[in-house]
């Protein structure tokens, strides 16, 4: 385990349903991340949490919503999705500088069917 | 623009040989290059971070390289084992803000 948490580990969906992703890290960073990583790309970044405020979005389509009521969790609310969606879905933390880098979650290999 | 670019996209590699993996960076100004493992399906896992002012830094089987000048790095494995088959990821980090620059990595696979 890196201290980064996410659940669950897999998730198939259809286009029509809700679900959310769960992140959880008690390594004490301030900083929380989103990644989205296709087969064959770079990890390519969503959402960034710095002390529970949102500093980036990353263009990501609004069927995403992403939420951090502290900070040692984040989600990503799902709504919508189409299969191009499909992939695995990172979660990182580190400090709030970043400088430092940072640990990865084990992710969420999703599929929308 | 920044980019960061590995090299090769695939290798293969029999049990106990050694490899080097490349990584070449355009990012400016430069705080730091990390490398990852990534098993299939898992996150990333923090091989060796180096910053503008170190050449290399070992861990174990693994040692990384960094040439500032050239904006270069690699990553050497020695006596490769089947656990080492992964994807290795280079990331390379700014000086301002919180972005990070990753490769599209290197796919990896031991035979024994």
Redesign the interface.
């Known amino acids: 385990e ?1 201290g ?1 948490t ?1 659940t669950p580990r897999h998730l198939v969906m259809g286009m029509t349903n809700k679900k959310s992703l769960k992140c959880e890290q008690h390594l004490g960073h301030n ?1 929380m991340y989103w990644y989205k990583q296709s087969a ?4 390519e ?1 969503m959402f ?1 949490y ?1 002390f529970k405020e949102q ?2 979005n990353n263009s990501v389509p609004s069927r995403f919503s992403p939420e951090c009521p502290n900070s040692s969790h984040l989600f990503l609310h799902l709504h919508t999705l189409q299969p191009e969606d499909s992939a ?1 879905y ?3 933390s ?1 400090q709030s ?11 969420t ?1 999703l599929t929308v069917v | 623009k920044n980019q960061v670019e590995q090299s090769p996209q695939s290798l293969i590699i029999l049990e106990g040989k050694n490899c080097t993996l490349q990584c070449n960076y355009t990012v400016s100004p430069f705080s730091n290059l990390r490398w990852y493992k990534q098993d299939t399906g898992r996150g990333p896992v923090s091989l060796t971070i180096m910053t503008f002012s170190e050449n290399t830094k070992s861990n174990g089987r693994y040692t990384a390289t960094l040439d500032a000048d050239t904006k270069q790095s690699s990553l050497h494995i020695t006596a490769s084992q089947l656990s080492d088959s992964a994807s290795y990821i280079c990331v390379v980090t700014p000086n301002t803000g919180n972005q990070f620059y990753f490769g599209t990595g290197t796919s990896l696979t031991v035979i024994p």
């Open positions: 890196t980064v996410q900083a064959k790309k770079p990890l970044l960034v710095n500093t980036e695995l990172l979660c990182a580190s500088t970043g400088t430092y880098g940072y640990t990865f979650g084990s992710g290999r």
